[in-house]
């Protein structure tokens, strides 16, 4: 099955509504989203631009930062949540680039950086 560009923008619409906040993984979350979270477990949140009928994808239009981070480790996957605790998780993906942090560093995502596309 192949959707409209008009269900498209719709269901991105409604994404955009929905899973605002990110959570910081070190490995693949997994279907549920719940496996190799980072112990940095704060979840930021996000805005997203506009989706555009016929293109598919909406983009972040904020950044995500994690300050004074607690633990060291390498940062390799975010999963998109509808609430800052607990809540359903949306989806997740690979970061561009993995990055390791040390105690003290901050994490961020910068605006623009994350995009969720339907084809």
């Not at 239009?61 to 359903?88: H, L, P, Q, R």
Request: hydrophobic share 35%; charged share 25%.
């Amino acid at each position: 099955m192949s959707l409209s560009d008009k269900a498209e923008k719709q269901l991105l619409e409604l994404w955009v509504e929905k899973y605002k906040w990110l959570k910081l993984h070190t490995g693949d979350p997994g279907e549920a989203c719940t496996s190799n979270t980072a112990a940095e477990t704060t979840r930021k949140s996000v805005t997203w631009g506009t989706p555009e009928e016929g293109a598919g994808k909406v983009v972040t239009t904020s950044e995500a930062k994690w300050e004074e981070v607690g633990s060291a480790e390498t940062y390799k996957y975010v999963s998109f949540w509808d609430a800052e605790t607990n809540g359903n998780a949306g989806g997740s993906g690979a970061l561009e680039t993995e990055r390791t942090v040390a105690i003290g560093d901050t994490f961020i995502i910068k605006s623009g950086k994350w995009s969720v596309t339907l084809s």
